[in-house]
């Protein structure tokens, strides 16, 4: 049985349904990012699937635990970092360790989680002190100090400069190969690519699409094969080219969009009229442009 | 993890953040002791004064002052400290761990009543320093002022979860500390107030804990209504604090 595992959620917020029934079925060990638009319904999901809230509907299960019945196993078994969380100004950030390792059965050091999330020098720092980026890092080290099996991050890395967020993948990549469970909410399609086994898109409360980052950016983009404007070639006749969905020319550029198959064909076609194309170049659709253009789709519904 | 390491841990803790915030305690512990040195150090205050009943004003302000101090305490310094940290989702990030919710709230109670505790006792030895004497019945003195405390903080936990803001819960726990100061006499001694207000009075938790420590300063025989007063107000402002907190 997946480890977590969602079936028909629904809620909402007096008239507003925010979630429209979801399904997801996470297994151990996998990482599975959550992504949507602002308002999509995520942080809204994870904090019913983590128990924070009252689903309206369906069922859930953690670790076969249901949250809703607020066991404090699942507390052990589950670290979640919320948005808009804060921690007392005045605590400094080794205490914040310390309290919070009293919390658990088998805590983390502290040492181990000071050192992965760059705060070893700032342990006698008071958390209003921090940077954005420090306090964030400090809220995620102290959602896996309990060694959590399951994780949920919501927006872990908003707010953080590059080589921070980078730092924190590295992190999130080592808890994966020991095996924690992870459910990442992100806005990141580049953080979503890098970490997650498997992405769900929502989209106003339903599940839109969902599959590894590949087959997603896949699915819903076009591959791009541009090359330098020649003379020799015929236009109208790459129309026609199998997959081929459209020829322009922009700038001084030709740009042909088309299937997954398309570019091998293009470059035949090209071939076979002996033109060699110049300046090559075959871009895959990324899974931004996929984002992009599921979300908009569920917007215009 | 029990409940108990967990206590443990917010006991400690909450001390130390308490101890680094002392603008908080500037009303509930400073003052008051102020208050109590200041009065204790004027001879005059503490003979006996015919307009007293005989008493000294130091032994007819006694009370009065502890329960300054424990109003303060409970009604506008918890609520203000649990209030913020609902607001700022302190709350909803301990929810997300073992720790039960009683934790946090048991060590508030704990650390709170341990400075409430130790402004009382020492709002009654250093007057018995200067010479202005000790209760005649201390233990009834004492224990009137730990029910008092006991009663504010659990009101205080109840504004803390009834009104949103922080800043608002601890306005309204200062209002209504005002009206215990009142009925403790802090204006207008009690022995002055006519029979109705007196009566009116002790049926608040602040009149009835100050005329409980006045029956015990003077060595009138206790009785036993302001005990039961205190502690239907203690189990009230407890059984209302468990139904009404959230989370956020």
Same mark, same amino acid.
């Given at each position: 049985?997946?480890?977590?595992?969602?079936?028909?959620?629904?809620?909402s917020?007096g008239?507003?349904e925010?979630? &429209?029934?979801?399904?997801?079925q996470?297994?151990?060990?996998?990482?599975?990012?959550?992504l949507?638009?602002?308002?999509?319904?995520?942080?809204?999901a994870v904090?019913c699937?983590?128990g924070?809230?009252?689903?309206?509907?369906?069922s859930?299960?953690?670790?076969g635990?249901?949250p809703?019945?607020d066991?404090?196993a699942?507390?052990?078994?589950?670290?979640m970092?919320?948005?808009?969380?804060?921690?007392?100004?005045?605590?400094?950030v080794g205490?914040?360790?310390?309290?919070?390792?009293?919390?658990y059965a088998?805590?983390?050091?502290?040492?181990?989680l000071?050192e992965?999330? +760059?705060l070893?020098?700032?342990v006698?720092?008071?958390?209003?002190k921090l940077?954005?980026?420090?306090?964030?890092r400090?809220?995620?080290a102290? #959602?896996?100090i309990g060694?959590?099996r399951?994780?949920?991050?919501?927006?872990?890395?908003?707010?953080?400069?590059p080589?921070? &967020?980078?730092?924190i993948?590295?992190?999130?990549?080592?808890?994966?190969?020991?095996?924690?469970?992870m459910?990442?909410?992100t806005h990141f399609?580049?953080?979503?690519?890098?970490?997650?086994?498997?992405?769900?898109i929502?989209?106003?409360g339903?599940?839109?699409?969902? +599959?590894t980052?590949?087959?997603? #950016?896949?699915?819903a983009?076009?591959?791009?094969?541009?090359?330098?404007?020649?003379?020799?070639?015929d236009?109208d006749a790459?129309?026609l080219?199998?997959?081929?969905?459209?020829?322009s020319?922009?700038?001084?550029r030709?740009?042909?969009?088309?299937? #997954?198959d398309s570019?091998?064909?293009?470059?035949? #076609?090209?071939?076979?009229?002996?033109?060699?194309?110049?300046?090559?170049?075959?871009?895959?659709p990324?899974l931004?442009?996929a984002?992009l253009?599921?979300?908009?789709?569920?917007a215009?519904? | 993890m029990?409940?108990?390491t967990? $206590?443990a841990?917010?006991?400690?803790n909450e $001390?130390?953040?308490?101890?680094?915030?002392p603008?908080?305690l500037?009303?509930g512990?400073?003052?008051p002791?102020a208050a109590i040195?200041?009065m204790?150090?004027?001879?005059?205050?503490?003979e006996a004064?015919p307009?007293f009943?005989?008493?000294s004003?130091? !032994?007819?302000? !006694?009370?009065?002052?502890?329960?300054?101090a424990?109003s303060?305490?409970g009604?506008?310094?918890?609520?203000?400290?649990?209030?913020?940290?609902?607001? !700022?989702?302190?709350?909803?990030?301990?929810?997300t761990?073992?720790? %039960?919710?009683g934790?946090?709230?048991?060590?508030?109670?704990?650390?709170?009543?341990?400075v409430?505790l130790?402004?009382?006792?020492?709002?009654?030895?250093?007057?018995?320093?200067?010479g202005?004497?000790? %209760?005649?019945?201390?233990?009834?003195f004492?224990l009137?002022?730990?029910?008092?405390?006991?009663?504010?903080l659990?009101?205080?936990t109840?504004?803390?979860? =009834?009104v949103?803001s922080p800043a608002?819960a601890?306005?309204?726990?200062?209002?209504?500390?005002?009206?215990?100061?009142?009925a403790?006499?802090?204006w207008?001694?009690r =022995?002055?107030f006519?029979?109705?207000?007196? $009566?009116?009075?002790?049926l608040?938790?602040g009149g009835?804990?100050t !005329?409980?420590?006045?029956?015990?300063?003077?060595?009138?025989?206790?009785?036993?209504?302001?005990?039961?007063v205190?502690? =239907?107000?203690?189990?009230?402002a407890?059984?209302?604090?468990?139904?009404?907190?959230?989370?956020?």
């Open positions: 049985m997946a480890l977590i595992d969602v079936t028909g959620l629904r809620k917020y008239s507003r925010v979630l &429209r029934g979801i399904d997801l996470v297994d151990e060990g996998e990482i599975v990012g959550v949507g638009p602002n308002g999509s319904g995520k942080t809204t904090e699937i983590g924070l809230r009252t689903r309206d509907g369906g859930v299960r953690v670790a635990m249901d809703a019945d066991p404090r699942l507390r052990e078994t589950l670290g970092q919320l948005q808009q969380c804060r921690l007392p100004n005045r605590i400094r205490e914040a360790l310390e309290v919070y390792s009293a919390f088998n805590p983390r050091p502290a040492s181990e000071l992965r999330f +760059g070893s020098r700032h006698k720092q008071p958390f209003g940077s954005g980026g420090q306090q964030q400090l809220s995620i102290l #959602a896996l060694r959590p399951v994780a949920f991050l919501d927006e872990l890395t908003t707010g953080l400069d080589a921070a &967020r980078r730092e993948w590295e992190y999130l990549k080592l808890l994966r190969d020991e095996g924690v469970t459910l990442l909410v399609m580049e953080e979503a690519a890098y970490l997650c086994d498997r992405v769900v929502l989209e106003g339903r599940i839109v699409a969902s +599959g980052p590949e087959s997603i #950016a896949a699915g983009g076009q591959q791009e094969t541009s090359f330098a404007v020649d003379p020799a070639v236009l790459l129309r080219v199998a997959g081929v969905t459209s020829v020319v922009e700038r001084d030709v740009l042909v969009r088309g299937d #997954a570019p091998q064909a293009v470059l035949g #076609a090209l071939a076979a009229a002996g033109i060699t194309a110049r300046q090559l170049r075959v871009t895959s990324s931004d442009d984002y253009t599921l979300t908009r789709e569920g215009s519904r | 029990t409940a108990a967990a $206590t841990a917010h006991v400690r $001390t130390r953040l308490l101890l680094r915030e603008a908080a500037i009303f512990a400073v003052l002791l040195i200041v204790a150090v004027i001879p005059a205050a503490r004064n307009d009943g005989g008493f004003v130091v !032994q007819v302000y !006694q009370p009065t002052i502890v329960l300054f424990t303060v305490l009604l506008t310094v918890m609520p203000a400290i649990l209030g913020g940290y609902r607001q !700022q989702g302190i709350l909803r990030r301990l929810r761990t073992p720790a %039960p919710a934790a946090l709230l048991a060590a508030l109670f704990i650390v709170i009543a341990a409430g130790l402004v009382s006792a020492l709002l009654v030895v250093v007057p018995a320093i200067a202005a004497g000790l %209760p005649a019945n201390l233990g009834w004492v009137a002022a730990v029910l008092s405390l006991l009663a504010f659990g009101l205080g109840v504004l803390a979860s =009834v949103p608002a601890s306005g309204i726990g200062n209002v209504v500390a005002a009206i215990m100061w009142f403790s006499g802090l207008l001694p =022995v002055a006519p029979d109705w207000l007196v $009566t009116l009075t002790d608040t938790p009835a804990a !005329q409980a420590m006045l029956n015990a300063t003077l060595g009138v025989p206790p009785s036993g209504e302001p005990f039961v205190l502690a =239907v107000w203690t189990a009230l407890a059984a209302l604090a468990v139904r009404t907190f959230r989370w956020e």
